[in-house]
Each structure stands twice: as structure tokens, then as C-alpha cells.
């Protein structure tokens, strides 16, 4: 508490694999005092930039750290967190681990099926992750691949921490296997897809935070600045956006939720699609197939981004088509491309620069909903026509949350998320079709997800929604 027996200040941190990010948080009077952001400095020492942020805040907001009523943070600094999935059936064990990885706010390094080749471990271990998680058969039913799985990962020299959630039959006497050969940091749990119909992801999306918070953050050197924040960091980044966009849905006892919703991330590196939606078919006669979507999705596309991943973009648009994006012509888009991945620091100091910069983050939104919404397939039976549904159905979604620097920097938001939603015209791809458009415009999504357990979660969805801007 505040000198005065007020509530005081919340000092909230995303220490970014590029930028670490500071919000402070008015808690009484519920409004946003100060924010900050700078370099992470990752390479030499992580606690310099959050030094640089708390120095930054405190000189513009006129506040002291020392007085901090809350302290915490997030991270998805060295790369964030790194996984590896080994199942069973690609379309059903292995997908359903995938999305597990995803909610947890990991990415997905590598992913095989059935029994590991030799080829595939050689892959695994180049791949390095920082936890693979291991799965294979429904509660009941196919045992050897998991066994033998274990069996191959316990010989290879890998000694990262492995997640056990596989056939419940079997899932123990694989662990043994592991820690028999030296694997000291093994956890088992509930079957992720106990049945074909059914998933089961909290189970999994828990050890790995509890993993990330008790090895991840000190092997990646994040822990340098556990010791100045007090709170500590808490959970890697993309979860917290998850949870908060789950928040942001749902609203608190008290204060109400926008409802079913879409957030898109659009980064240098990657473009992240977060959904809190049931997805179920809209559409009559519509046959809803294949494995069960979570309510909370969370896709990653590694090759759309505005920086790093810029050719990417291109190779799937084309230079003729991304040229058009957003009424804009561009005559030198390969040139552009290649000096944004040369120089991913470089921001535009032109007019046409910020415009391509547009063009790329409405492309890489576009292409990252359609890829993270469900599709329809025509067949035919003995009975007609039948339309099939895979993934989920958004196309009535009411809300879409935009975020990402390319987004809250330009001075043309309207246009990129209109230019995102024009590229989604197809009627067999179900991405939403007329939703309300905003813009986290100060960066404040990842305070709502690591507030949401503390008593202070109704003050940091206030900030969040007075900060958040409609687009229109």
C-alpha cells in the first residue's frame, strides 16, 4: 500500500526478445501512469534493460520503483521457449500436442509421428528445444510408440526436461525409462487426447509453465533480473496474451467482456493469432469433423513477419499482389524485402516506407487469420450434398484486437486491418467477416493476462479497456 493506506503502483514488465516493455499502473485510481520500452540487451546482461525501462518510467511518470505495490513480468527474451512435440498420428496425438505447446506460449521447434527414425532424432537434436513433450496413443489404446519413443529419447544425448502425456497405461513406465537413463527432469500427466473426440490441454500447458519458471528463465540467464522484480517472471509472454485475451472475452466479476474475440500479433519475426471462440459450425447442414478446437487457440506463423520473416510474406503473396496491398504501388518490393531482413532495427523515415511497412503488416494478419480459422469442404453422399467443417468458425466473430509495433505505429490503422480482412474474401475459409476493429495502442495486453491472478485483475482490464482504440 501507498504511504497514504491508498492502493499503489503496479510495475508490469514484458522483457521481449527485442524490447523490454514497462507499464506502471495506477492500482486506486485505475489509470495507466507511465510506460517504457527499450533494447533488451539479452546477449549481455537481460537486468540492463530492465534497468533502462524503470529509469525511463520513473523520469516521465515521476515515480519511484522503490514504492512498487506489485512486481511482475513475463519473457519471451533468447528466443522464448522452445519445444519439441514426438506423437503418434499426425492429425490427431501430434495436433492435439501442438496446440497444447501453442496455448502454453511456447513454439513449436519440431514435430514427429509414430516411432522416431534415425533421420528424425538427428532433426530433434539439432533442433535443441528446451522441453520436448512427449505423447502417443488415446487412454486405452496403442502402447508401443510411446514406450519406444521413450526408449529412443533416453539414449539420445539430450538431457532437456520431457513432459509425459500420453496413453495413462503406459505413460509412467516410459517416464521410468527416461529417468533410468539420466533424464533427471521428467513430468507426467494427463493423457492430452485421453479419446479420439476429447482434448485435454490444461494438464500440459501447466508443467510447461511450471518448467519455464523453475529451469527455462535460469538456463536462458532471465533469472538475472528475478532479484530486482519482485514478483519475478512469471509465464512466457504469448501465454500471458492468451490469458488476457481470454479475460478481455470473458470480463471480471463486475466489469464486462467485449465476447468472443480474435487478437492478432503481427511481429518482426512471427505473426500470432489468438481466438477465444467455440468455433462451432454457423452455417446449415454444415458437418463439424476432425480433432476438437480449444475455446483458447493461439496459432504461430514462423514465415510472416515484418522484418526477419518479410520474404516470407512475399513468397506467398507475390510481388504483383503485395505491391496492391492497400492502394499502394510499389515498384521496388524485392529490394525492400531484402534490406528490412538485412536491417530488421531499421525503422521507415519516408512516406512510401511506412506504407510498405503497412502493406506488409496487413499481408502477414491476412494470411495469419486465414491459416488460424477453420475451412469448409465440399462432398458428396448417397444422401446429397455435404459440407464439412474443420478448425473453427469465426466468421460471426464480433471483435478483433490488433497489436504489434508495425500496427500501433502507423498512421493508417483502419486500412491495415481492412487491407487483413479483404484477404480473407474466400467463403470456404471461415475467418471473420465484419468485426469491430481495435488497436492496443500502448501495449497493454500482456498486463492484463499477468494481473489475472492477482487481486488487482479488475484494475488492469479497466486500464487495458480505456486504452484500447477503436478502429473505424
Not at 145 to 153: K, Q
Not at 416 to 424: K, P, Y
Request: net charge negative.
Amino acid at each position: 500500500m501507498a504511504s497514504d493506506g491508498s492502493a499503489g503502483l503496479a510495475w508490469v514488465f514484458d522483457i521481449g526478445s527485442t524490447f523490454t516493455k514497462l507499464a506502471v499502473i495506477d492500482l486506486g485510481k485505475e489509470r495507466l501512469v507511465a510506460s517504457a520500452s527499450a533494447p533488451t540487451t539479452v546477449d549481455t546482461d537481460v537486468l540492463l534493460g530492465v534497468r533502462n525501462v524503470i529509469e525511463k518510467a520513473s523520469r516521465d511518470g515521476g515515480v519511484r520503483f522503490e514504492d512498487a505495490e506489485l512486481s511482475l513480468a513475463c519473457s519471451s527474451a533468447a528466443g522464448g521457449l522452445s519445444m519439441a512435440v514426438v506423437g503418434l498420428v499426425p492429425e490427431l496425438t501430434v495436433e492435439a500436442a501442438r496446440l497444447a505447446v501453442l496455448g502454453a506460449g511456447a513454439r513449436v521447434a519440431a514435430a514427429f509421428a509414430y516411432e522416431l527414425t534415425p533421420e528424425e532424432q538427428r532433426s530433434l537434436e539439432e533442433a535443441e528445444p528446451d522441453i520436448v513433450l512427449l505423447t502417443g496413443g488415446t487412454d486405452g489404446g496403442q502402447r508401443r510408440a510411446l514406450l519406444r519413443n521413450a526408449e529412443i529419447l533416453a539414449q539420445l544425448g539430450m538431457r532437456v526436461p520431457v513432459i509425459v502425456a500420453g496413453n495413462k497405461d503406459v505413460g509412467f513406465e516410459a517416464a521410468e525409462t527416461l529417468r533410468t537413463h539420466g533424464h533427471r527432469d521428467v513430468e507426467v500427466v494427463p493423457n492430452v487426447l485421453p479419446s479420439v473426440d476429447e482434448m485435454n490441454v490444461e494438464p500440459v500447458r501447466r508443467a510447461i509453465r511450471e518448467m519455464f519458471l523453475r529451469r527455462i528463465t535460469r538456463a536462458k540467464g532471465i533469472d538475472r533480473a528475478e532479484a530486482l522484480i519482485g514478483g519475478g517472471v512469471v509465464m512466457p509472454t504469448p501465454a500471458a496474451v492468451l490469458r488476457a485475451a481470454r479475460v478481455i472475452a470473458d470480463g471480471l466479476s463486475g466489469v464486462a467482456g467485449l465476447g468472443e474475440l480474435v487478437v492478432c500479433e503481427v511481429g518482426g519475426a512471427t505473426t500470432n493469432v489468438h481466438s477465444i471462440a467455440k468455433g462451432a459450425p454457423t452455417g446449415a447442414g454444415v458437418v463439424w469433423r476432425g480433432l476438437p478446437e480449444p475455446r483458447e487457440k493461439r496459432t504461430v506463423e514462423g514465415d510472416l513477419g515484418v522484418r526477419w520473416n518479410a520474404p516470407g510474406i512475399l513468397e506467398v503473396l507475390g510481388e504483383e499482389r503485395l505491391s496492391a496491398v492497400g492502394g499502394s504501388t510499389f515498384e521496388d518490393v524485392g529490394e525492400r524485402v531484402d534490406l528490412l531482413r538485412a536491417h530488421p532495427a531499421v525503422l521507415p523515415d519516408d512516406e512510401t516506407g511506412r506504407r510498405f511497412d503497412e502493406a506488409l503488416a496487413a499481408s502477414a494478419i491476412g494470411l495469419a487469420l486465414t491459416r488460424h480459422s477453420g475451412s469448409l469442404d465440399e462432398t458428396y453422399t448417397p444422401n446429397g450434398r455435404v459440407m464439412i467443417q474443420h478448425g473453427k468458425d469465426l466468421t460471426n466473430i464480433g471483435v478483433l484486437i490488433g497489436t504489434g509495433g508495425a500496427l500501433i505505429h502507423s498512421h493508417r490503422r483502419k486500412m491495415v486491418l481492412d487491407s487483413a480482412l479483404e484477404q480473407c474474401d474466400d467463403p470456404l475459409i471461415l475467418t471473420p467477416r465484419h468485426p469491430k476493429c481495435f488497436v492496443d495502442s500502448r501495449y497493454l495486453l500482456y498486463t492484463v493476462g499477468l494481473m489475472a491472478d492477482t487481486a488487482w485483475a479488475h484494475a488492469a482490464l479497466r486500464v487495458f479497456l480505456q486504452n484500447l482504440q477503436e478502429v473505424g
